[in-house]
């Protein structure tokens, strides 16, 4: 479970390394920081074309096998990020990284299908912090190496690390058999089935965009906060914000554990309103580190709870296609986070701060209030209970 959780980790981090230097990138390539800020945009993108086309094949081809290959694509591609001389270039090796590390959605399910049934909770909770948790540090590491040693040599460490991962995970991980026989093609059209027949996952899918919405909405204008007035902070300092949220997502586990013991809709509805309740600390935070770094801590804690809560519940529903529903799940997810994080690049310019801070509140509420009236009506369906999920209060 730790090798899994570590190789979550560093997988997707590699969708990370660039957004504490936005600010540098849109110097080094001299383009404005609005357009640097797409790339945050561009790599969310490339990563839910990996969710929609390679996660499924993780229920199709030996699992060991789809993780080590993609892995040396995604390293390739972090050398060509390194040696790229113009900002098209280096958009379209992002495009790569993010659909190779997708990797990650393929890592999750198989520890899930590793796990017994009472622990898969506290296992997904496990697997899914060191993913959480390698996000965050993906900035601080970024930050520190580019301060150091310049912002070309984060992507050529990255490709190293990927190698490594990957030798690793060849020597020491057992093959993984798929769970079906059948064509590609309908291999993704059974996705397509799953979110009509599952009102749940159909639920979880909405929360967890808007949950990662949040996500997005703070870490893509964060840069540009601090590099500016009244901060001036540069990529070292930027980068070590990224502690603050591992604080959160460390704690985020707990939602997992509280799933396995029957108190999964308490669980999510205490993560959404502890997201709900982080845009305040947040928007206070505008001139008071002491206070942005508490909003940091509350919002990673509350979007990766309710992320937790969200693949605890899917991924009891069809264990047969923890892959397929990884896909229909993660692909929503990062289309919310793609979406919010393109309309905060441009708000950030026309607005600010503040801005930002009611697009992430309007957000979390409308989580909020779908949760509580989705589940109000579910708890009615005849169809939503045909699927017991353990213990629910």
């Known amino acids: 479970m730790l090798l899994l959780a570590l190789a979550c980790g560093a997988a997707v981090a590699n969708m990370y390394y660039a957004q504490p230097l936005l600010h540098t990138l849109a110097v080094a ?59 098209g270039l280096f958009a379209v ?57 310049g912002w070309r040599v984060v992507f050529a460490v990255a490709a190293v690390v990927m190698v490594a991962l990957a030798a690793t995970l060849r020597r020491f991980l057992s093959p993984v058999p798929s769970t079906q026989q059948m064509r590609y093609p309908a291999l993704l059209r059974s996705v397509v089935r799953l979110v009509v027949e599952e009102p749940l996952l159909r639920q979880r899918m909405v929360l967890g965009g808007l949950a990662f919405g949040c996500f997005s909405i703070l870490w893509t204008s964060l840069a540009f906060l601090l590099s500016g007035a009244p901060f001036h902070y540069g990529n070292t300092t930027i980068g070590l914000f990224g502690l603050a949220g591992v604080a ?84 929503s997810y990062f289309l919310g986070g793609t979406v919010l994080s393109a309309a905060t690049s441009a708000l950030y310019s026309s607005g600010g701060w503040s801005a930002v801070c009611v697009l992430g509140a309007v957000t979390a509420g409308a989580a909020l209030l779908i949760w509580l009236l989705s589940d109000a009506l579910m708890s009615r369906s005849p169809t939503a209970r045909r699927r017991p999920i353990g213990r629910e209060r």
């Open 248 to 331: 959160g997502a460390s704690a985020a586990p707990l939602t997992g554990r509280l799933a396995d013991r029957g108190y999964g809709r308490l669980a999510a509805t205490a993560a959404l309103i502890i997201l709900l309740g982080s845009w305040g600390l947040l928007a206070l935070g505008r001139s008071s580190v002491p206070v942005l770094l508490a909003g940091i801590v509350v919002l990673d804690l509350g979007a990766q709870g309710i992320h937790i809560s969200n693949q605890s519940t899917i991924y009891a529903l069809r264990p047969e296609a923890r892959s397929r529903l990884t896909t229909a799940y993660m692909v």
């Open 93 to 149: 090796a992002m495009l790569i990284v993010g659909i190779t590390a997708c990797m990650a959605q393929v890592i999750v399910p198989m520890a899930s299908s590793l796990a017994a049934e009472h622990e898969r909770g506290s296992v997904v909770g496990t697997v899914m912090s060191g993913l959480l948790i390698g996000i965050l540090l993906a900035r601080t590491v970024s930050g520190l190496i580019a301060g150091a040693l």
């Open 29 to 87: 390539f001299g383009v404005s920081n609005g357009t640097a800020g797409l790339l945050v945009t561009v790599t969310q993108a490339g990563y839910v074309i990996g969710l929609a086309l390679l996660v499924p094949l993780g229920d199709l081809l030996d699992r060991r096998r789809l993780i080590t290959t993609t892995m040396l694509f995604t390293a390739a591609a972090q050398v060509l990020a390194a040696a790229a001389p113009t900002f």
